[in-house]
């Protein structure tokens, strides 16, 4: 069986949900459930997971720095008025520093926690001035270069706008090799969407900070395919009902196909699933040359929306969104995960 050496790895982070709620939203005991709650599984979450330094706040799980005024700009910008101020923060060497960034897609929903909303950010956290509305990321839409991707500080979710629209600006520092993978973005476009050299720009495409992505990534085994980048074993099949069902109804698909033994499938979290995606392709946003049959447009995973507990996350892998569905619609596909591959140590 192919494996990925340890240090390779770069385990998906703790989505941070720890209850289990089934259709009607009403909470559950998590034993058997087969939900992100039960599993709990990625990278832990320290304890205490921020430390506060003045009006900057590490995040002790992934080493990046955040300012402690979530809304820093005060205001909303457009993308290209939201990377010129980091520009200027950095001139000006804003809270002490000059190496400011916009976070990436993954930077950002990093900070996220799935079981709070409202904002959606982890209990006790050290954060002030927060706005419950939408923050850029330094992610061009590869499914329509003219936009960018944003995250919901309220709910969580993850989509794409306009560059010409505004919305606000929470800047990140840190190191550029910190504990989350790229996001696949190597190209960078202007607010009309059209390719431009990167060098200069602040974008996701200059600077691609993250743990680099192995060569090849994936590698089928006798377990099933093996991201060598995260180290978790995905079904080879990417539709395991043949077409779309409800909630329950992929959580008992998954737990059937785990029944004669073998590998522990189980319907991915949400940050398992959005692992997957390769910012800079769509249709479907997956890295070339992935091996997977019957690869479809979207995804349930077994994490709850904390905001209304009766619909679950999903990851829309034609754009590379991440959303949410109504539990008790047959809305998305179905897609099994196992970490039976060897983990690492501690994570």
Not at 51 to 76: K, M, Q, S, Y
Not at 175 to 181: E, W
């Amino acid at each position: 069986m192919t494996t990925a050496h340890p240090a390779a790895i770069t385990p998906v982070l703790a989505t941070g949900q720890v209850h289990c709620h089934d259709t009607a939203g009403r909470e559950i005991p998590c034993p058997g459930t087969g939900q992100d709650g039960e599993h709990r599984r990625g990278r832990p979450w320290p304890s205490p997971r921020f430390e506060p330094h003045g009006e900057l706040v590490r995040d002790r799980l992934t080493r990046l720095v955040w300012p402690r005024r979530v809304n820093f700009a005060g205001f909303p910008l457009s993308w290209d008025e939201a990377l010129a101020f980091v520009r200027e923060m950095n001139r000006e060497r804003r809270l002490g520093y000059g190496d400011w960034r916009l976070p990436n897609r993954r930077e950002l929903r990093s900070v996220l926690s799935m079981q709070a909303a409202r904002p959606a950010l982890p209990g006790g956290h050290p954060f002030s001035e927060i706005f419950a509305g939408w923050y850029w990321t330094s992610t061009t839409a590869a499914i329509s270069p003219a936009h960018a991707w944003y995250v919901q500080i309220e709910g969580a979710r993850m989509f794409y706008g306009g560059k010409d629209q505004s919305f606000l600006v929470w800047p990140v520092r840190g190191d550029p090799g910190h504990r989350l993978a790229r996001t696949g973005q190597n190209r960078c476009h202007d607010a009309a969407g059209r390719e431009i050299p990167c060098a200069g720009t602040g974008q996701d495409g200059e600077f691609r900070t993250g743990a680099a992505w192995p060569r090849p990534r994936f590698t089928p085994t006798p377990r099933g395919v093996l991201d060598r980048l995260t180290g978790l074993c995905w079904h080879p099949c990417a539709d395991l009902t043949g077409g779309p069902v409800d909630w329950d109804s992929a959580l008992a698909a998954v737990a059937a196909l785990g029944a004669g033994g073998g590998p522990h499938w189980r319907l991915p979290n949400i940050n398992e699933l959005e692992s997957l995606v390769d910012a800079s392709r769509a249709g479907p946003a997956l890295p070339a040359a992935a091996p997977f049959e019957r690869v479809r447009g979207a995804y349930w995973s077994s994490t709850t929306s904390a905001y209304e507990p009766d619909w679950a996350w999903a990851l829309y892998l034609d754009q590379g969104a991440v959303g949410v569905g109504q539990k008790a619609g047959p809305h998305f596909h179905v897609w099994a995960v196992s970490d039976a591959e060897p983990r690492v140590p501690g994570t």
